[in-house]
C-alpha cells in the first residue's frame, strides 16, 4: 500500500501551501514514477532510467497537485491549455479542473496524433476557442521536444496562438533547446537532475 492513501486527514494536494505540495509532488515521483535500468524511450533513444508519467498524473493526489503548481506558471493572457494524447491527457484535463477552483476556468484541448477516423475528422478534441486564442501546451516528460512540437503545430494550424511549453519534468535531452529555438518559451516544474537527487537522498 502506497503512503500516498488518501484519508480525509491527509488530503495533502489540498491542504498544503505551493512550497511544501512541490516538495510532496517530487516525493511522488521518486515513489511511484521513477524507475531505473535499461529502457527504450519512445524517441528511441535507450536510457537508464525511465519515467512513468501517468503513476503521478492519474493518481488524484498528484493530478491536483501539478494542477496547482502549473496554474501559476501560466501567463495571466492564456486562454486554455492544450497537449498530446495520452500522456498530456490528464494534465490539461486536471488543470482545467482545477481552474475553476481558482477562479480562472480554462478550457483543455487533447491533440489526436492522427485525424479522427470518423464524424468531424478532427485533430483537436474540446470546445472550439475564437481564432487567435492563446494557449500553452503541456507535456509530462519532455526529452527531444518532438511531441509537444507536433501538438503546437495543429493549434497553429487551427488558427490559435502558442508560444509557451510547460512540463512536469525536463530529461535535459535536447528538448528545451528545441523549443527556444522555434520561438517557444519553456520551463519544467522539475529536471531529471531533481528527481535524481531527491531520488538518491530517499
Known amino acids: 500500500m502506497s503512503d500516498f492513501t488518501s484519508t480525509p486527514s491527509n488530503i495533502w494536494a489540498i491542504n498544503s501551501d505551493l512550497i511544501t505540495l512541490r516538495q510532496k509532488l517530487l516525493d511522488l515521483f521518486c515513489q511511484v514514477a521513477y524507475q531505473e535500468g535499461d529502457f ?6 535507450s536510457s537508464s532510467y525511465y519515467i ?30 492544450a497537449g498530446l494524447t495520452l500522456g498530456a ?18 478550457p483543455a ?12 475528422m478532427a485533430y483537436i478534441e474540446g470546445p472550439t476557442l475564437a481564432p487567435g486564442a492563446k494557449i500553452v501546451v503541456l ?16 493549434l497553429k494550424d487551427a488558427g490559435y496562438e502558442v508560444d509557451m511549453v510547460i512540463s512536469l ?3 535535459l535531452q535536447g528538448g528545451g533547446e528545441l523549443y527556444e529555438s522555434v ?8 529536471t531529471i537532475t531533481d528527481l535524481q537527487q531527491h531520488y538518491q537522498r530517499s
Do not use: C
Not at 492519474?58 to 506558471?73: E, F, I, K, N, S
Not at 482545467?96 to 481558482?102: D, N
Not at 507535456?139 to 495543429?154: P, Y
Not at 520561438?183 to 522539475?190: D, E, P, R, W
Open 89 to 106: 491527457d490528464p494534465i490539461v484535463s486536471a488543470v482545467s479542473v482545477v481552474s475553476v477552483y481558482e477562479n480562472r476556468p480554462l
Open 40 to 45: 527504450i524511450l519512445s524517441s528511441g533513444q
Open 169 to 171: 519534468i525536463d530529461r
Open 139 to 154: 507535456e509530462d516528460v519532455v526529452t527531444t521536444g518532438q511531441s509537444a512540437l507536433k501538438a503546437v503545430k495543429r
Open 109 to 120: 484541448l487533447i491533440i489526436r496524433k492522427e485525424a479522427k477516423g470518423h464524424g468531424t
Open 52 to 81: 512513468n508519467g501517468k503513476q503521478v498524473t492519474l493518481d488524484p493526489q498528484g493530478a491536483t497537485a501539478l494542477a496547482r503548481l502549473l496554474l501559476p506558471m501560466l501567463p495571466e493572457n492564456t486562454q486554455a491549455v
Open 183 to 190: 520561438g517557444l518559451k519553456f520551463q519544467a516544474l522539475f
